[in-house]
């Protein structure tokens, strides 16, 4: 959603570094194209205004004391960076779970925001943390609301409470009612209300939550807004703040190529923080909301930390340490090690998500989305296809083993071809760089490039005569 606000960023603090010193008048020019950069990701006006009018006098005050030969770009840079945490919220904020369960959470917003598939991805988060969370189908408008709510629940193992079919009948608010106390008498400690939406903001749709609420007493509101709307949304979400209250904001739909202006905006009109986000149709495409995470996005930095938070989930421990195992141990990297790196990849999420966290992504926008992610399922089926024997030992695949995996994959023989071509070409690398030996090709040292220093040749050491002598000096 902000890859061209995020190219805009880049461009912009990459003329500014390549400047050296800066002047008064750089800072002026680098205010006006966020100006225009924020225009155009539908930013709020009064909004834009508050977040340069910040910028501009903090780094006015900067300027002066910066000492000369320091990196003067980067400093403006830290104060956009600490600018844009704050418009978007400064601190994370969490569900504040009752001292008294069960916590009572009701979801309130427009059709079509996402409220019920976000019901359930709210559940499938909670219970994955140890807690017993109960899904409430309150939503008795829109047509099949009720029905999407159960299979959902089923899919995620969480059940669901729906005495009413819906469909324009039943009373919403004896459902929330009788849902909680259900909730009570069962012992579950986590309720979650789905509640109906309208296409607009009307006296009805008011009426019905305001009851909901003045029922149930939930413990927090969330407000459910897509993020696909632009700064309808602000509207949207004042009219509800004024009218039922609510406590924190959900975006959805952030995987859309909408500008993202009402993520930027909506925190610092309604005073309201955004907790959690959506970010596809999938169950687990959710995450909780982190203003620095957010803004290091913008700003084209990445943000590691949720790709790490989500390398752990998806990689088992025990995998990954018998994997260090083996390469303390000078073992190869095997098929049969890849193909498990592969099944922890694919429960990440998609590639391009995936890649899409890396710093500098904006920048590689095109190739992103052109990234084929068949190409991981057409490579898993290769590996797959091949016994424990020949994943452990590639040398063995002569040209019938390789036949008849191209036959069980279902692809040709050529690819079968390529792929221990590559993997090969990777291992015999692997092999190079744990002996200490840069690959042909390779920067000298990938850590830091900048420091590469030319390898410095050692005269090779005569071997001694003597057995004992010479086996000592090998393992030296």
Same mark, same amino acid.
């Given at each position: 959603?902000?890859?061209?606000?995020?190219?805009?960023?880049?461009?912009?603090?990459?003329?500014?570094?390549?400047?050296?010193?800066?002047?008064?008048?750089?800072?002026?020019?680098?205010?006006?194209?966020?100006?225009?950069?924020?225009?155009?990701?539908?930013v709020a006006q009064e909004v834009i205004d508050l977040f340069t009018d910040r910028i501009q006098s903090q780094s006015a005050a900067l300027?002066?004391?910066?000492?000369?030969?320091?990196?003067?770009?980067?400093?403006?840079?830290?104060?956009?960076?600490?600018?844009?945490?704050?418009?978007?919220?400064?601190?994370?904020?969490?569900?504040?779970?009752?001292?008294?369960?069960?916590?009572?959470?009701?979801?309130?917003?427009?059709?079509?925001?996402?409220?019920?598939?976000?019901?359930?991805?709210?559940?499938?988060?909670?219970?994955?943390?140890?807690?017993?969370?109960?899904?409430?189908?309150?939503?008795?408008?829109?047509?099949?609301?009720?029905?999407?709510?159960?299979?959902?629940?089923?899919?995620?193992?969480?059940?669901?409470?729906?005495?009413?079919?819906?469909?324009?009948?039943?009373?919403?608010?004896?459902?929330?009612?009788?849902?909680?106390?259900?909730?009570?008498?069962?012992?579950?400690?986590?309720?979650?209300?789905?509640?109906?939406?309208?296409?607009?903001?009307?006296?009805?749709?008011?009426?019905?939550?305001?009851?909901?609420?003045?029922?149930?007493?939930?413990?927090?509101?969330?407000?459910?807004?897509?993020?696909?709307?632009?700064?309808?949304?602000?509207?949207?979400?004042?009219?509800?703040?004024?009218?039922?209250?609510?406590?924190?904001?959900?975006?959805?739909?952030?995987?859309?190529?909408?500008?993202?202006?009402?993520?930027?905006?909506?925190?610092?009109?309604?005073?309201?923080?955004?907790?959690?986000?959506?970010?596809?149709?999938?169950?687990?495409?959710?995450?909780?909301?982190?203003?620095?995470?957010?803004?290091?996005?913008?700003?084209?930095?990445?943000?590691?930390?949720?790709?790490?938070?989500?390398?752990?989930?998806?990689?088992?421990?025990?995998?990954?340490?018998?994997?260090?195992?083996?390469?303390?141990?000078? %073992? %190869?990297?095997?098929?049969?090690?890849?193909?498990?790196?592969?099944?922890?990849?694919?429960?990440?999420?998609?590639?391009?998500?995936?890649?899409?966290?890396?710093?500098?992504?904006?920048?590689?926008?095109?190739?992103?989305?052109?990234?084929?992610?068949?190409?991981?399922? =057409?490579?898993?089926?290769?590996?797959?296809?091949?016994?424990?024997?020949?994943? =452990?030992?590639?040398?063995?695949?002569?040209?019938?083993?390789?036949?008849?995996?191209?036959?069980?994959?279902?692809?040709?023989?050529?690819?079968?071809?390529?792929?221990?071509?590559?993997?090969?070409?990777?291992?015999?690398?692997?092999?190079?760089?744990?002996?200490?030996?840069?690959?042909?090709?390779?920067?000298?040292?990938?850590?830091?490039? =900048?420091?590469?220093?030319?390898?410095?040749?050692?005269?090779?050491?005569?071997?001694?005569?003597?057995?004992?002598?010479?086996?000592?000096?090998?393992?030296?």
């Amino acid at each position: 959603m902000f890859d061209a606000l995020s190219a805009r960023f880049a461009k912009t603090f990459g003329g500014l570094r390549a400047k050296g010193k800066i002047s008064s008048s750089d800072i002026e020019s680098v205010i006006e194209e966020i100006k225009s950069a924020l225009l155009e990701a539908d930013v709020a006006q009064e909004v834009i205004d508050l977040f340069t009018d910040r910028i501009q006098s903090q780094s006015a005050a900067l300027l002066p004391t910066l000492q000369a030969g320091s990196n003067q770009a980067q400093a403006i840079f830290d104060v956009v960076n600490s600018e844009l945490i704050s418009i978007l919220g400064s601190e994370a904020r969490r569900i504040r779970f009752s001292k008294n369960p069960p916590t009572v959470l009701m979801l309130a917003g427009l059709q079509g925001a996402g409220k019920t598939t976000l019901a359930a991805k709210l559940a499938k988060f909670y219970k994955d943390q140890g807690n017993t969370p109960l899904l409430v189908a309150a939503d008795l408008q829109r047509p099949n609301a009720v029905t999407q709510l159960q299979v959902l629940g089923q899919q995620i193992d969480v059940p669901v409470f729906a005495p009413e079919q819906g469909n324009g009948s039943g009373n919403a608010v004896q459902v929330a009612r009788d849902g909680v106390a259900f909730a009570q008498s069962k012992l579950y400690n986590m309720v979650i209300v789905d509640t109906a939406g309208r296409l607009g903001v009307d006296d009805e749709l008011m009426d019905e939550a305001i009851a909901i609420r003045n029922q149930i007493k939930p413990d927090e509101i969330l407000f459910v807004i897509d993020a696909m709307i632009g700064q309808s949304a602000i509207n949207t979400a004042r009219a509800f703040e004024q009218g039922v209250g609510f406590d924190g904001l959900v975006l959805t739909k952030l995987d859309g190529d909408a500008r993202g202006g009402a993520a930027l905006s909506i925190t610092e009109i309604i005073k309201r923080p955004i907790m959690f986000v959506s970010t596809g149709e999938k169950i687990s495409d959710f995450d909780l909301f982190y203003p620095d995470r957010m803004a290091s996005r913008i700003l084209g930095l990445g943000d590691v930390a949720t790709l790490a938070e989500q390398a752990k989930k998806a990689l088992n421990p025990e995998t990954s340490a018998k994997l260090e195992e083996k390469f303390a141990r000078g %073992d %190869d990297f095997t098929l049969e090690d890849f193909l498990e790196q592969l099944e922890a990849m694919a429960k990440m999420g998609s590639m391009g998500k995936l890649l899409s966290m890396l710093p500098g992504a904006a920048s590689m926008k095109k190739q992103i989305e052109n990234f084929d992610e068949s190409e991981i399922t =057409r490579t898993k089926a290769i590996v797959q296809s091949m016994t424990p024997h020949e994943r =452990r030992d590639i040398k063995v695949l002569n040209g019938t083993r390789r036949s008849r995996i191209a036959r069980g994959s279902g692809r040709a023989v050529s690819e079968v071809n390529s792929l221990v071509e590559r993997f090969s070409a990777a291992q015999k690398a692997m092999k190079q760089m744990r002996s200490g030996n840069v690959p042909a090709g390779m920067p000298a040292a990938m850590g830091d490039m =900048r420091s590469a220093k030319p390898a410095v040749a050692h005269k090779k050491k005569s071997k001694s005569g003597n057995p004992a002598k010479r086996a000592a000096e090998e393992r030296e």
